[in-house]
């Protein structure tokens, strides 16, 4: 399994942004898919973001099309989701994940990765 660990959020007024950082542990990840999922207080983790490791194809939820960006930075292991106009309703935690994948868009349900990581909390004040 991949090592991952999520660094970059906190406590942030409505319409502000934040970088979110994952770092993979070392390794090669050319078929893997990388992904951003959150999880609300009472809610089921939901679907954010996602990226092919080496042919950068995303597939992003609709709630976060034009907001938020996810990348990959191959020199440093890692993957980042910027994260812009943030609305209440961003304020969760939000984990990085990665699965071996075969196809070029990443998948967005859960099971399809195998590796999260422990998770950085978001919250958005009005």
């Known amino acids: 399994q991949v090592q991952l660990v999520e660094s970059g959020g906190g406590l942030v007024q409505a319409g502000g942004s934040l970088r979110l950082s994952c770092a993979a542990s070392?390794?090669?990840?050319?078929?893997?898919?990388m992904g951003w999922f959150r999880q609300a207080p009472g809610k089921e983790r939901e679907f954010v973001a996602a990226i092919h490791w080496t042919f950068r194809f995303t597939t992003i939820a609709d709630s976060a099309k034009g907001r938020f960006t996810i990348s990959v930075d191959n020199a440093k292991n890692a993957v980042y989701l910027q994260v812009n106009n943030l609305k209440p309703e961003d304020t969760a935690i939000y984990y990085c994940?990665?699965?071996?994948?075969?196809?070029?868009?990443?998948?967005?349900?859960?099971?399809?990765?195998?590796?999260w990581g422990q998770g950085t909390q978001v919250t958005v004040s009005l």
């Open positions: 070392e390794g090669t990840f050319s078929n893997y898919a």
């Open positions: 994940a990665a699965g071996h994948t075969g196809t070029l868009a990443p998948s967005r349900s859960l099971g399809a990765y195998d590796s």
